[in-house]
């Protein structure tokens, strides 16, 4: 197992149970980039309208990759709290497998500013999100 695969199974085995009640895991990450993708699986109890993903879920799930991104980029970052976070649904977002991917673009000391994107199985962007998260970091010493 490399290096990479024991980072993602760490941080699978420790992710919080809303990621695993929507069938959730980190998949890949670029620290370089500072980016990370997850892989979903959602079933049709997280839906509306029979399949379609309530937006709630939809946001979730791409601050959940948004904030693990910024996690893996900078360890000294112990909690990030979400200010503001946008959401654009550019097409129905179903149940099934969805790949979200969430990368940093902008990071002062106590300010991060991220997007996200959610993609389907067919490989269709479904939803787009951008935040500014307020950062907290373990304490020097």
Known sequence: MTDKEKIIEK???GAPGFIRLLGGKMVDF???KRACTFEFDIGKDYCHSVDIVQGGFVTAMLDAAMSH??????PEV???SS???KTTYLEPTRAGKLRVEGWSIKEGYKI????GHVYNADNILTATASTVSKLSRAPAG
């Open 30 to 32: 670029d620290t370089k």
């Open 11 to 13: 941080i699978n085995r």
């Open 78 to 80: 112990v909690g990030l």
């Open 69 to 74: 991104a910024m996690f893996l980029h900078e």
């Open 112 to 115: 991060v500013f991220m997007e």
């Open 83 to 85: 200010l503001e976070i």
